[in-house]
Structures are given as C-alpha cells and as structure tokens.
C-alpha cells in the first residue's frame, strides 16, 4: 500500500476509536477488526427461481404488451402462475417499459387486466 493511504488508513481507524465504533476495514492485504463484529460469507447470494428466466418477457412480448397504445387492454391469463405473481411481474415488465405511473392493473377471476393510461 502506498503511504499516503497508509497514513490515510490510520487517521480513518484514529476517527473511528475515537467515536467508539466497531469497524472491519478490508485493505485487500489484511482485515481490519475492531469489536465484535464477523466478516460474512463472501458467497454470492443465490435465489431459487420457481419459473425459468425470461418466462414473463417471453409471455407479455408474445401479448403484444410492448405496442400497446394509451387507452389500449390487455387481458393476462393467470394459468398456473397465479394472481400475484402476472400482477407483480406485469407492473415490473410495464414500468421498465413505459415508466411509473403511465398504466393500472387489475385483476379478475381468472386475469390480470393492463391498461396503458398515459406516455412515458
């Protein structure tokens, strides 16, 4: 480490003791510790996905979601992925698209109801 960051460091962990912290500092050379806190596992956080990736792109493009107009409704059937899950990803797909606040969602017995209300 160079010695302006040496001396950098050492004002830092000066600072923090006198303010009574607990710290870890991770230099790349050396792990820093003060108190009792712990470094956590540096794993990656892994999800389990319950539907392959791109399921709900491939399902709202094949809609047609992508051209709907202001004023256009497009009805979304749930099928086995459930009520929440389409409402969920449809609001998420919608935003990314078009932006917050330019469409509703609702759902139905069986659906789940877009309507684009207004442009980007």
Do not use: C
Request: charged share 25%; net charge positive.
């Amino acid at each position: 480490m160079q010695a302006i960051k040496q001396e950098a460091l050492k004002r830092a962990i000066t600072y923090l003791d006198s303010l009574g912290f607990d710290y870890i500092i991770r230099t790349g050379e050396e792990d820093i510790v003060k108190g009792s806190l712990q470094i956590a596992d540096d794993k990656p956080k892994t999800r389990k996905h319950h539907f392959a990736r791109g399921t709900f792109k491939a399902l709202y493009e094949s809609l047609g979601i992508p051209n709907m107009k202001v004023g256009d409704v497009m009805s979304i059937p749930v099928g086995t992925y459930g009520k929440i899950k389409i409402q969920s990803t449809i609001s998420s797909y919608a935003a990314n698209l078009w932006g917050k606040g330019t469409y509703i969602t609702t759902t139905s017995k069986d659906s789940v109801e877009i309507m684009r209300v207004k442009e980007r």
